[in-house]
């Protein structure tokens, strides 16, 4: 007989059934690597814990991308867009406001997720309640990214200034970092932010798949319409899910407008739009674990690859997704777990 | 003096007394300004004398503007190896005497005292310069500079590819900066390369040369911009124009920052010259079919076109015009120096155009063709040389003779000597930088290619200064800035905003 | 308890059409509270639009739907839902990448389990083994796991689309067993049916639909008692079962 249980949100978080990860085994990894984390800037000079952030840095949007397709069944190719309105809008505001950066800081911060929210729940509620087939939202939100970056593009001239800030065109935008009081993020600082701000997406989105809203989700990727048969506003259910990937793929955008100090147009062009895709794919994409997992490895590949010299970076991500999706559909991860759970069992049947 | 690094304990006094009182120098204005921000690099980056002198490169070896950033790398590998081997260029700080006369200095300078008490750029001691004359054009420039390599130590170029990916340069500068602690970084063809990496520049106060022909505007204590601009170029080719083929002028510039600034410049200065703007067309960076503009030109019947179109895409233009019949006289500021398309299209693609440059290979000064020579005999398969790429070849050896005089590699004290103002003859001519603004004068030619795309030089300016920033009231000594002013900064170009169709 | 005298769910003048096909025609339709009907009728006789209309899944070209009386033709499905309407598909959609639990949280909507549900899991044999995944059952038992999500949600009327398709006999005895106890709580239910033998063990008024009309209402006596009945749809189905 079900009983009506009520647990503990952070405990559904840790034990809920829709991630792997939630055993003592799990844990225990999980803390090590938190560990490893945290202690991490001992050992590394400033200029590593600022690359390993970077590497942790789009992990925040992924995890979104992750909710929103593999928890929800939307494929989004447009998270970028929101990762770019919410960096752009923390430059206008933050820049504008340079006589006082603790409050342009925390101003930008609300302005740009607020900015990242609200464009997705206008385009979102279009898209939703128009209830147009699913395979067309990748299309859809593909031509935002695009149509962003272009319009971003245009924005050279003299006319595109807002405040004390120019837009910039293709030649980009200067943005203040992240200042409270006289302590600005930067360099270890900024590293251990990223690695909070990692921390808390990652539980909180835990603590959602593993709610009762969660499970909707789900039930909506399986059967959208016997979900609203069962007295769900699946559009609401859609767009409240498309928001939440946007506002953490503007968390991400922040963070890196803070570590670069730096936004162009070229973070929505059709490359970078495709890479949170395939972060989440490689992954596992109804995985919040693995997802952020090969998020921070194959961000930190491409890093690596690129800052050698080497021009095939975004090739080499393309043919590895190729062969995950070949070889392992549900994702590099959650196939790892397998093949070992398997060896484990036939070490146990000898 | 040989060992002129100090132990890393005087690098702190010395931030305390540049701000104290005790110092009387003639950077006294620059050390207090710059106040306790002077000296930020920590005491372990500073490298022992036997380490080589790291020059930190970062241009575009693939990708899109691959053409101009090979070039560009080529220029500042014979630089260094000129360096190694014991050549600098003729110049030196500007010293007492005639603005802009140029003088030759010792290459190992006794008197500058790096103790705190004083950093004296005027060579005030040791062997005095024996040629303090102006250089003509038929003298070598290329001397002796009294040592292999730079303070006794090697000169590295550590140089990098930002395959034109301005995220990837972010990154790139990051590792220069703090990983590889480079010594100076040069870096940077596109604006948005160099706005992409110029707040970590600043972040880390790096010392930092900008080598490319831009818009203009930068104002920034850490960064020395050595191309020309637009005032350097716009005008005197407007000038031309105006005078030899008549007032009515159509503006076709790339729907992006440079373009859109360039052409503001066009407008601006139109009425100043006699010239009068007919129309303007801003064509997208992707746009590769221009028979509409093509129309346009032609119904409007301009005098002459002012074409600023950048990129592969849009050099289709010249093709395209040609076909349609359309051999209107042709101004530039962009074509032909950098990316030699004189020599890439087939003639008469890119016949009577007129650039004002301040560089092109073909210039026939004998120090120009020595250098030329110089380079083609180190990469004899290199298709060009271009404006850039000789900007980038000064630019280093600048930098050298700055380190030099300054008797050490601390960037801050290299940049305050840099800001002495120095002339370098570059095989361009004189060129001197000015230390208000961090921007050099310029020797500035009108090139025209003819029928055969055969280029010749109509007009000469030797000494154009770079004086927009001057009258923007930056003084990088005084005031230190991290800025990029724009026109429209400037009321002058306000009053012609209404003209904008 | 219920009130025989009651209209639950009322369906007036329901018009529907696709292209030039009629697949509703002048539906009128009244279910009293407490009531079991089953909605019978030949292959193409309207009855699966006929349950889409009443879902909200496909909107009337004309016509009213009264729920408790109250107007909801213009209601959306998961409104309709949540006014009492719980509903059971014809194809088995429950969802497959999850556990039994999990299917039935979902029904839930966060509310309480109320009796009727609690009673059909136990009937059914389901109330054991919740964490196994949906995938473990078999086909029958998916069958009454979708009607027990459709009572977690507290309906006051069940509208069940062919529940027994694919069922052994005795599956479908178990079924129409459970169905009835239901009923005789005073749940109000209505089951579009193919199987004769279901519907005559089931039901106690039967409605034929014919080409999207009501062809004709009554007991399932009178019913097989008509002629008419017999030419268009009993005759058939006997042909086809001898």
Known sequence: MPQKRRPNPLRAAFTGPHDIGRTPPGWALMGLILLGFLLYPATASAFSATNVAYYLLNIPMALGLSLLWGYGGILSFGQVAFFAVAGYVYGVVAGNMTADPTLGSILGILAGLGAAGLLALIFGYFIFYARVAAWIVPILTLVLALLLSTFLGLTAGSAWKVGDVALGGYNGMNIPSLQIGNFIFQDYAFYYLTVATVVLCFIGLRIRVNSHRGQVLIALREDPLRTELLGYDVRLEQLVAFVIAAVLSGISGLLYVTWGNYITPSVTSLAQASLPVIWVAVGGRDSLFAVMILTFLLNQLTYVLSSAGNQYALIITGVLLVAVMLFAPEGLIPRLIELGRKALRLKEAT | MTDQTPPPETSVDGTAKASGPSRRTVLAGTAAAVGAAVLARPAIVRAASSDPVKIGFIEDQSGNLSIYGIQKLHAAQLAVAEINAGYTLAGGPVGPGVFGSNGLYAPKPETLKTDGAALDVVNDGGAPSKKATVVSDDDEILIKSGENGLLGRKVDLVSADGQSNNQLWQRLARRMIQQDKVDVLVAGFASAEREAIRPIVDQHKQLYFYTNQYEGGVADTNTFCTGAVCEQQVIPVMKYMVEKFGPKVFTIAANYNFGQLTASWVRSFAPVLGAEVIGEEFPPLEVSEFSSVIARVQAAKPDWVMTLLVGQNQSNYYPQAAASGLHLPMASTINMAQGYEHKRFKAPAMANMHNAVNYMQEIPTKRNQDFVARFYKMFPQDPYLGQMAQNTYFSVHLYAMAARLAGTTDQEKVRRTLEAGWTVEAPEGSVFLDPGTHACSHYIRLAVADQQQNISFEREWPSISPWWLTRMGVNLIGKPEHKQYTPDDDPFFKMFAAKKK | ?242
């Open chain 3, 1 to 242: 308890m219920p009130d025989p005298a009651k209209t639950i769910l009322h369906a007036i003048g329901l018009q529907k059409r696709f292209g030039g096909v009629v697949a509703a025609r002048d539906v009128d339709f009244a279910l009293t509270e407490g009531e079991l009907r089953c909605v019978i009728g030949p292959n193409g006789a309207g009855k699966s639009t006929f349950f889409a209309l009443l879902a909200g899944i496909q909107p009337p070209d004309a016509g009213r739907i009264e729920l408790e009386g109250e107007d909801i033709t213009r209601l959306k499905p998961f409104q309709r839902v949540r006014k009492g309407l719980g509903l059971t598909f014809q194809t088995n959609r429950t969802f497959h990448a999850m556990t039994l639990r999990q299917n039935l949280d979902t029904a839930g909507r966060g509310g309480e389990e109320p009796a009727p549900f609690r009673a059909a899991l136990t009937a059914f044999g389901l109330d054991r083994g919740l964490d196994r995944p949906v995938t473990a059952l078999a086909h029958h038992e998916r069958q009454w796991l979708e009607i027990c999500m459709a009572l977690r949600g507290r309906p006051s009327v069940l509208l069940l689309d062919e529940p027994t398709a694919g069922m052994s006999p005795v599956e479908t005895r178990r079924t129409s067993d459970v169905l009835r106890e239901l009923n005789s709580g005073g749940l109000s239910i209505i089951v579009v049916e193919h199987d004769i033998a279901f519907v005559r063990a089931t039901a106690q008024m039967v409605t034929v639909l014919h080409q999207g009309a009501i062809f004709a209402e009554g007991t399932m006596a009178e019913i097989t008692a008509r002629e008419d009945v017999r030419a268009i749809y009993l005759g058939k189905v006997r042909e086809e079962t001898a």
